[in-house]
């Protein structure tokens, strides 16, 4: 059974940073595609992050420069740094695994919260 479970989300102020990180398990972890997306609400879910089994990276115009994605293979986890915090990136972070012919999966989402 596929697991994504996220931790790291809560309540930031403005200017302030939070890490999130994603834990799988019941899939070969190094070799997907993995994913921050997020949900504002009343929007569509939106990619925040990408990175490939390769390692590399790709981030929403809205989020670079202050984002980081991350992954350490060997503990199945992936990570987001967030840094410079807006209230506008207040939302439901959402953990994704693809590999293509396999399946995509999800995790459950985290609330973060950016506000003074």
């Known amino acids: 059974q596929v697991q994504l479970v996220e931790s790291g989300g809560g309540l930031a102020q403005p200017g302030g940073s939070l890490r999130l990180s994603c834990t799988a398990s019941?899939?070969?972890?190094?070799?997907?595609?993995m994913g921050w997306y997020r949900r504002i609400p009343g929007q569509e879910r939106e990619l925040v992050a990408q990175?490939?089994?390769?390692?590399?990276?790709n981030y929403a115009d809205s989020v670079k420069g202050r984002f980081d994605i991350s992954r350490d293979n060997a503990k199945n986890t992936l990570y987001l740094q967030m840094n410079s915090l807006k209230p506008e990136d207040t939302a439901v972070y959402y953990c994704?695994?693809?590999?293509?012919?396999?399946?995509?999966?999800w995790g459950q989402g985290t609330q973060v919260t950016v506000s003074s």
């Open positions: 990175i490939t089994f390769g390692g590399s990276t």
């Open positions: 994704q695994a693809q590999r293509t012919l396999i399946g995509l999966f």
């Open positions: 019941g899939i070969l972890f190094s070799l997907y595609t």
